[in-house]
């Protein structure tokens, strides 16, 4: 078992910037690929950003957030982070983080273990 825990949403104005962490704990974290995903209100959940298990791994992003969000994971503290900067309305979502074993994927469905969200508002 893989237990994922989300912090560092909250309320921003547009163009600001927020940091989400995800603390892992229960396996070993440097085995697993991270994922961040989100879901805005009526709409599916959807793949923002992933980084395998290597730390030099390429990272992915969907292309609504490229040149603005950076993934990175730190194995020493068992922690995935995205920081998010230049935010937009449209990034308003409940953001979660998951984890699978070895390769990212966009594909929510191929993830073990999920956290439990947390809430990132962009005012405009």
């Known amino acids: 078992q893989v237990q994922l825990v989300e912090s560092g949403g909250g309320l921003v104005q547009a163009g600001g910037s927020l940091r989400l962490s995800c603390q892992a704990s229960?396996?070993?974290?440097?085995?697993?690929?991270m994922g961040w995903f989100r879901q805005a209100p009526g709409k599916q959940r959807e793949a923002v950003s992933g980084?395998?298990?290597?730390?030099?791994?390429?990272?992915y992003y969907t292309d609504s957030v490229k040149g603005r969000f950076t993934i990175s994971r730190d194995n020493a503290k068992n922690t995935v982070y995205l920081q998010m900067n230049s935010l937009k309305p449209e990034d308003t979502a409940v953001y979660y983080c998951?984890?699978?074993?070895?390769?990212?994927?966009?594909?929510?469905?191929?993830?073990?273990?999920w956290g439990q969200g947390t809430q990132v508002t962009v005012s405009s």
């Open positions: 229960g396996r070993t974290f440097s085995n697993y690929a």
């Open positions: 980084i395998s298990w290597s730390v030099g791994s390429t990272a």
């Open positions: 998951a984890a699978r074993l070895w390769a990212w994927t966009v594909d929510a469905g191929r993830y073990d273990y």
